[in-house]
């Protein structure tokens, strides 16, 4: 037998109720007796009743008295009266009326309790963290939070919580009842609040918004999370090296780098991965499924993440912005890339020359120096390039027409893009800013040029005896030298 002994709650308008109390003792009725014995008693979590059995004893326990005006129920008589109170004051002539709104009430706590939300009065301090509320119950909730104790325990599984509601919420896990319906989709929910988030989804409204750079989220809890980048708290931390992370999601895939099994295989390539959801997502390459259509072109993605990306072309939104000049981006990676402009960071290095570079891509492009591929072939004469942009400038043989003029010395262009950075020779625009001595440039290569003369980077050696240059053109003249002594001197 449970000797616990079961804390009364205080309900709404101050009353008490043992409801955790009487659901024990309600449930334990659903107990059945065992063959060999009619006092022995074994509990529903060790010999399970059917399911229908189980569903319609527990709901029972919190459905028995309903209000015969509206679709609420109550675990007791007296309560339904009291929220009975509440139809009568409207139907007849009431004792309290609100001077601001149209709210009536027989009931005078429940007036006071009103009233409080116009006035702002939160007379219920907690003495912990001194947060205030309206009402006394809410305060006696929140200090749950504070001791961590958990009065209202199921009587299925024995999980615990700090609220009479949360375990009601809890309790149609069991019985499998889903009240609260979508009208647009027709998905059911536990909890009205889930279903209140889930209409946004199909509303598009996103109450939730930063305080800091004003972005705003359908549900609380996102834009908690992403309050994190602005504070840059990491709460999630690896248990085997201690590395942590904003996002949940973040350190489940970092923790891949430490387990090594994997269990769930490709039956397409055998490319094996440590989670289903990964092999899920891997086998839409297979299949060709993009499950993720853009409203706007109809464009379609495979990843969810894909697709967010993309909306940013037709929002124009840029939220990735540069700390040094300012200028702002799509996606996180292209101000990363960007931001190496301003540092002189070169972290991709050629394994044939030795060689470095900003970006992944110029490294890759450079390697085709080596291996003599050339990937851009001119469609009118089928000459090759090692570059694209070699190729373009090679157009201009054959494209006589030049579009594009410009209005301050009549210069023309084939290009958009180069009529755009000839017009900075006569703006004086110089977009690229030394992040060291604050000097501007008005092309990124010569920004480039000059931050190596900072921390004295010298990438270009003589093979002959080992000096090193800032710049090609500095190891293009010094090699001379050695030209001219291996021919000797002049006779």
């Given at each position: 037998m449970d000797q616990k002994i079961c804390k009364e709650v205080e309900t709404v308008d101050g009353q008490v109720d043992s409801f955790s109390h009487r659901v024990?003792?309600?449930?334990?009725?659903?107990?059945?007796?065992k063959p060999e014995s009619s006092t022995a008693r074994t509990p529903i979590t060790q010999q399970k009743l059917p399911q229908e059995q189980l569903c319609a004893g527990i709901s029972g326990i919190f459905r028995r008295f309903p209000c015969s005006r509206c679709s609420w129920s109550f675990a007791s008589e007296a309560v339904l009266q009291r929220h009975e109170q509440r139809h009568r004051a409207v139907s007849i002539d009431p004792k309290y009326k609100c001077t601001h709104s149209p709210y009536v009430t027989d009931v005078k706590a429940c007036n006071t309790c009103h009233a409080q939300t116009h006035t702002g009065e939160k007379p219920y301090r907690c003495s912990m963290c001194s947060k205030s509320f309206i009402r006394a119950s809410t305060l006696k909730s929140h200090t749950h939070k504070h001791t961590r104790e958990r009065?209202?325990?199921?009587s299925v599984c024995e999980k615990s919580f700090g609220r009479a509601s949360t375990l009601k919420s809890h309790t149609q896990t069991h019985t499998g009842?889903?009240?609260?319906k979508c009208s647009m989709c027709g998905k059911s929910f536990i909890q009205s609040s889930k279903l209140k988030?889930?209409?946004r989804m199909h509303t598009g409204e996103r109450?939730?918004?930063c305080s800091v750079c004003?972005?705003?989220?359908?549900?609380?809890?996102?834009l908690k999370t992403h309050t994190r980048i602005h504070t840059g708290e990491r709460p999630y931390t690896c248990s085997m090296c201690d590395e942590s992370f904003i996002w949940a999601s973040t350190l489940k895939t970092h923790m891949r780098i430490h387990i090594q099994e994997k269990l769930f295989r490709c039956s397409q390539c055998d490319k094996s991965f440590s989670f289903a959801s990964n092999l899920k997502r891997h086998t839409r390459t297979h299949t060709g499924e993009r499950s993720y259509n853009c409203s706007v072109c109809d464009k379609s993605f495979l990843w969810a993440s894909n697709l967010q990306r993309h909306m940013r072309i037709h929002t124009r939104e840029k939220p990735y912005i540069c700390s040094v000049c300012g200028k702002s981006?799509?996606?996180a990676s292209s101000l990363k890339s960007h931001t190496r402009m301003h540092t002189g960071e070169r972290p991709y290095k050629c394994s044939v020359c030795n060689k470095s570079f900003g970006q992944?891509?110029?490294l890759k492009t450079h390697t085709r120096i080596h291996t003599g591929e050339r990937r851009y072939t001119c469609s009118m004469c089928d000459e090759s390039f090692v570059w694209a942009s070699a190729l373009k400038t090679h157009m201009k043989s054959h494209i006589q027409e030049k579009l594009f003029r410009c209005s301050h010395c009549d210069k023309s262009f084939t290009l958009a893009s180069y009529l755009k950075r000839h017009t900075r020779i006569h703006t004086g625009e110089r977009s690229y800013k030394c992040s060291v001595c604050d000097k501007s440039f008005v092309w990124a290569s010569n920004l480039q040029r000059h931050m190596r003369t900072h921390p004295q980077e010298k990438p270009y050696t003589c093979s002959v005896c080992g000096k090193s240059f800032i710049r090609a053109s500095g190891l293009k003249i010094h090699t001379h030298i050695h030209i001219l002594e291996a021919r000797g001197p002049i006779t």
């Open positions: 024990r003792k309600e449930v334990k009725q659903l107990r059945i007796l009065p209202y325990k199921c009842e889903k009240p609260y988030s889930h209409t109450p939730h918004k004003d972005k705003s989220f359908g549900q609380w809890s996102h981006f799509i996606r992944g891509s110029h």
